[in-house]
C-alpha cells in the first residue's frame, strides 16, 4: 500500500510524530482552530478532517476517526505503518461502570477489554491483553497530577454495541473495568502490531451507575478543554 491511502489524501511528511484522534471531525477542527498554531488541513476524505500544526512548538497533528473499532482500525492502522505515525493519543468519551467515577472525571485506558472480534486477526493461540504505552500514561498521569484534576488509570471495555441487548455492561464492573467506549482496544492492537505507542483518554459523559448524572454544555466543554491540555501536553 502507498500513500495517500483510501481514506487519507495527506502526503507524506503531512502528519506529526504524535496525532490526536478524536471520534468527532467538528472536535478535530475545534482542536485545531483553538489548540494550535499554524494549523493546516491534511485530510477531509469523507469529512475526516485532519490537521497538522504546533502547540507550545511542538508539531502535532489530529484527525477524527469516527466511532466504532473498525473505524479507529482503518485510521489507526494507515496513520502508523503508511504515514510513519509514532504515538497516536485518542481523545474520547466514555460511560462509568464505577460508583466513585463520575460525569466530567478523566479516565486513562491502561487496558482495554473488548467484545469484538478485532484481534482473531492476528491468529494467537490464546487472548492477547491490549495495553496502552506506559511511557504516555506516565505523562498523562502526571499531567492530570498537575492540573489536579479526578482520573482514574486502569482497564476499559471497548464495546462493539452502544445498545446491547442483553444490558450486561455492568457484568465487566465485577472485574474492576471502570468504563465503556467503543474504540480503545482495536487502537491498542495495531499500536502493538506495529511496533508504536498508543494510549487513549477519556472523559467520562454518563453514568451506568449513575444515570442520573448529568453534564450542561459549559461543563462538557470545560472537562473536555482539561482533557485536551493532558494529551497535548502527552504527545511526544
Ligand atoms: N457506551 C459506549 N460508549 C460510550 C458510552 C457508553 O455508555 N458513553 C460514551 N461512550
Given at each position: 500500500?502507498s500513500?495517500?491511502?483510501?481514506h487519507?489524501s495527506?502526503?507524506?511528511g503531512d502528519?506529526?510524530?504524535?496525532?490526536?484522534?478524536p471520534?468527532?471531525?467538528k472536535r478535530?477542527k475545534?482542536?485545531?482552530d483553538n489548540?494550535?498554531?499554524?494549523?493546516r488541513?491534511?485530510?477531509?476524505?469523507?469529512?475526516?478532517?485532519?490537521?497538522?500544526?504546533?502547540?507550545?512548538?511542538?508539531?502535532?497533528?489530529?484527525?477524527?476517526?469516527g466511532?466504532?473499532?473498525?473505524?479507529?482500525?482503518?485510521?489507526?492502522?494507515?496513520l502508523?505503518?503508511?504515514?510513519?505515525?509514532e504515538?497516536?493519543?485518542?481523545?474520547?468519551?466514555?460511560?462509568?461502570?464505577?460508583?466513585?467515577?463520575?460525569?466530567?472525571?478523566?479516565?486513562?485506558a491502561?487496558g482495554?477489554?473488548?467484545?469484538?472480534n478485532?484481534?482473531?486477526q492476528?491468529r494467537l493461540?490464546?487472548?492477547?491483553?491490549?495495553i496502552?504505552?506506559f511511557?504516555?500514561?506516565?505523562?498523562?498521569?502526571?499531567?492530570c497530577?498537575?492540573?489536579?484534576?479526578?482520573?482514574?488509570?486502569?482497564n476499559?471495555l471497548s464495546?462493539d454495541?452502544?445498545?446491547p441487548?442483553n444490558g450486561?455492561?455492568l457484568?465487566?464492573?465485577?472485574m474492576?473495568?471502570?468504563?465503556v467506549e467503543?474504540?480503545?482496544?482495536?487502537?491498542?492492537?495495531?499500536?502493538?502490531?506495529?511496533?508504536?505507542?498508543?494510549?487513549c483518554?477519556?472523559t467520562?459523559?454518563?453514568?451506568?451507575v449513575?444515570?442520573?448524572?448529568n453534564?450542561?454544555?459549559?461543563?462538557r466543554?470545560?472537562?473536555?478543554?482539561q482533557?485536551?491540555?493532558i494529551?497535548?501536553?502527552?504527545?511526544?
Open positions: 500500500m500513500i495517500p491511502t483510501p487519507i495527506a502526503s507524506a502528519f506529526a510524530k504524535t496525532v490526536l484522534l471520534g468527532d471531525p478535530s475545534f482542536i485545531a489548540f494550535l498554531s499554524d494549523a488541513l491534511v485530510n477531509d476524505v469523507r469529512g475526516v478532517q485532519g490537521y497538522t500544526g504546533f502547540y507550545n512548538g511542538k508539531r502535532v497533528s489530529v484527525m477524527a476517526t466511532m466504532g473499532q473498525p473505524a479507529i482500525g482503518i485510521y489507526s492502522y494507515e502508523y505503518n503508511f504515514y510513519g505515525v504515538n497516536i493519543i485518542r481523545v474520547g468519551s466514555c460511560g462509568s461502570l464505577l460508583p466513585d467515577l463520575h460525569v466530567r472525571d478523566i479516565v486513562i491502561q482495554a477489554c473488548t467484545d469484538s478485532y484481534m482473531a492476528y493461540p490464546g487472548t492477547f491483553c491490549p496502552g504505552d511511557g504516555l500514561i506516565t505523562r498523562a498521569v502526571a499531567e497530577e498537575k492540573l489536579g484534576v479526578n482520573y482514574k488509570v486502569g476499559v464495546s454495541c452502544f445498545y441487548d450486561a455492561t457484568d465487566w464492573a465485577k474492576g473495568v471502570m468504563a467503543m474504540e480503545s482496544a482495536a487502537l491498542y492492537c495495531n499500536a502493538a502490531r506495529a511496533g508504536k505507542k498508543a494510549l483518554i477519556c467520562v459523559s454518563d453514568s451506568l449513575h444515570p442520573e448524572e453534564v450542561d454544555s459549559e461543563q466543554q470545560n472537562s473536555f478543554t482533557m485536551m491540555k494529551a497535548l501536553e502527552t504527545a511526544e
